[in-house]
Each structure stands twice: as structure tokens, then as C-alpha cells.
């Protein structure tokens, strides 16, 4: 089960990557491996603003379908187009080519205040 270090985490299994309050926000690995083999993502739009812990999008997989939640308060910048002809890249790179969105996070401070990959683990029994 990978768990980058340089990314911050959820409870929920969302993981973030920020450069000052631009942020990339997928699901982990223990996330896509529990849910099996992702057939369908649902994104929001471009220009959609969220608080920390809204429902954000769906994941379905031949198991079940699973709401995505903000890790933090912010507004959607940019969504991962490619992942409605290829959703298994979910599947396959969820730290990489199966980003979700990119945000523009009302605090920066808030990003702090995620799971760091240690927590994380802990957090999943790893």
C-alpha cells in the first residue's frame, strides 16, 4: 500500500498535494484498492466552490459507489478530463495520472491541518 510522504490526508482517503493554495486532491491507494476496479467518475464543475467535507463528486466501481469529499474549503480550478474515457487510472495511478481536481484553497493554514502519510497509516491500519 503506497503512502507518499509529501502529501497530506484525510480521514475519508482523499490525499492533497499543495504549492502555496494550489492544491491537487485524489483518492489514496487504500481508497481505489478498496473500492476495486473504478468504472465511472463523477467531477464537479470548473468554477464550483466547496467547504471543507462537501460532497464533491462520486467514484463507481464494479463494488459499490462512493462520495468524494473535500479535504478542505476551496474552489475547483481545473478537473481531470481524462478520467471520463479512463477511469481506471484511478486504479492504476491514483497518486499520478488519477488526480481528480485542483483547487484554489481559501486557507492555506487548513492544508496544514490534514493527516500527514504517518497519521495516515495509522489512520488505515497500515
Known sequence: MSIPENLRYTADHEWVSSS????VVGITDHAQDSL??????????????????????VVESVKAASDLYMP???????????????????NSDPYGEGWMIKIRADSEESIGKLLDSSSYAQEIGS
Do not use: Q
Open 20 to 23: 502555496g493554495n494550489e492544491c
Open 36 to 57: 476495486g476496479d473504478v468504472t465511472f467518475v463523477e467531477l464537479p464543475e470548473v468554477g464550483s466552490h466547496y467547504e471543507e467535507k462537501a460532497v464533491f463528486g
Open 72 to 90: 478542505i474549503s476551496g474552489e475547483v480550478i481545473e478537473v481531470n478530463e481524462d478520467l471520463n474515457d479512463s477511469p481506471d487510472r484511478v
